[in-house]
C-alpha cells in the first residue's frame, strides 16, 4: 500500500512542472492527475510527458476524469465520445484506471437506470482497452451511501468497473467509514486519504456568522467544542457544479488527522479485505499547502509503519 498524491498544486506559486517535481521531492511515488490538466500540459506529446514523469521517478495510476454522466442538457452520444476518449488515453499512456462520479443529484434515482446503462457501455469500452472505470462514492451526486454503491456495483457486475473510495466523502453524507469498507470489499480497487468534517446549521458546532478569533488564526465556537480554520471550509471549484451541496451543511476539508474520518480503523479494514491499491491523498484546502501535504503523508506513514 504505497502512499500517492492526487496533484493539486503543491504551491501555487510553481508551474506544474514544478509542482510534479515537487512532489518527487517530498517522496511520492505514485500520482493521480487530471486528465484535462494532462492534455493541456502534453501539447499533443503525451508520450513525452509521461517520460518526464517517469524522469521524476513518478508512477501515473489515474486519471481524473469527474463529468456528469447523466447530464440531461449534453446528448448521451456527446458525454459517451468524450469519456470513452479518455479511455483511450489512459490506454495508449498505460495507466490502468479513470476516475469519476455517477452523476446525478443526492437523494433523486430517477435516473439510475440510465446512469446503469451508460456505466455498461463505458465498462465494455474500457475492458477492450485494458483500463477499468472506477467511479468514486460522492457526498454531491447520486450515488455515494455504502448501500447505492454496493448496489450500483453489483447491477454492472463488471471486472471493468470498481470503486475508488473516497472516506471523507462518505463522512459528509454522513454515512459509516468502516463498515462501509467490510461491505463494499473487492469492489474499492483504490482509494483517495481525505478527511472531513460535517457542520449541520444549527448543531452548534460552528456558527458560521458568530465566530471568534483566537491566537493561532482559528475560529471556534463560543465554548470552544470545536475550532476549524476557514480556509478548510469547501468552495465549489469553478467548472464542478454538477456537484450539489446540501443548503443546511458546511463540508470542512482539514489535513488527515483534524477531521472525523478513523483512519486507524479505515486502514485496518482495508488491509482485511485484502486491499491492493494504494492511499492517494487528495488535499483541497488552502493555507500552507505544501506543510499540509507533508502533514498528511507523515500522519499516513506513521499508521502504516
Given at each position: 500500500m504505497k502512499i500517492g498524491l492526487m496533484i493539486e498544486p503543491i504551491d501555487p506559486g510553481l508551474s506544474y512542472t514544478e509542482n510534479l517535481k515537487k512532489a518527487s521531492e517530498l517522496g511520492?511515488?505514485?500520482?493521480?492527475?487530471w486528465y484535462k490538466d494532462i492534455v493541456a500540459q502534453s501539447r499533443g506529446d503525451h508520450k513525452q510527458f509521461l517520460k518526464m514523469l517517469k524522469s521524476l521517478g513518478l508512477e501515473l495510476k489515474s486519471l481524473g476524469a469527474y463529468t456528469d454522466i447523466i447530464d440531461p442538457d449534453i446528448p448521451r452520444v456527446t458525454i459517451m465520445k468524450n469519456f470513452k476518449k479518455v479511455i483511450d488515453f489512459a490506454s495508449e499512456a498505460d495507466v490502468r484506471f479513470v476516475i469519476t462520479e455517477s452523476g446525478g443529484r443526492p437523494g433523486l434515482l430517477e435516473g439510475w437506470d440510465e446512469m446503469i446503462s451508460r456505466f455498461s457501455e463505458l465498462a465494455e469500452h474500457a475492458g477492450s482497452r485494458g483500463v477499468i472505470v472506477l467511479v468514486e462514492n460522492g457526498p454531491g451526486v447520486m450515488v455515494g451511501s455504502t448501500e447505492l454503491m454496493l448496489r450500483m456495483m453489483r447491477e454492472l457486475n463488471s471486472e471493468n468497473i470498481g470503486i475508488n473510495f473516497d472516506p471523507a466523502n462518505l463522512v459528509l453524507i454522513p454515512d459509516d467509514v468502516v463498515k462501509a469498507v467490510k461491505a463494499l470489499g473487492s469492489y474499492i480497487m483504490d482509494t483517495h486519504a481525505k478527511d472531513s468534517i460535517l457542520l449541520k446549521k444549527?448543531?452548534?458546532?460552528?456558527?458560521?456568522d458568530n465566530r471568534l478569533a483566537v491566537p493561532d488564526n482559528r475560529l471556534a465556537v463560543p465554548d470552544n467544542r470545536l475550532a476549524v480554520l476557514?480556509?478548510?471550509i469547501f468552495v465549489m471549484p469553478k467548472g464542478e457544479d454538477f456537484i450539489h451541496l446540501p443548503e443546511d451543511v458546511t463540508w470542512v476539508l482539514p489535513p488527515i488527522g483534524e477531521g472525523d474520518v478513523p483512519f486507524e480503523e479505515y486502514i485496518s479494514a482495508l488491509k482485511k479485505t485484502g486491499f491492493k491499491g494504494d492511499l492517494i491523498i487528495e488535499y483541497q484546502g488552502g493555507g500552507n499547502r505544501e506543510k499540509a501535504v507533508i502533514q498528511c503523508k507523515e500522519y499516513l506513514e506513521k499508521i502504516l509503519s
Open positions: 511520492f511515488k505514485v500520482v493521480q492527475l444549527g448543531s452548534g458546532r460552528l456558527v458560521p476557514e480556509e478548510h
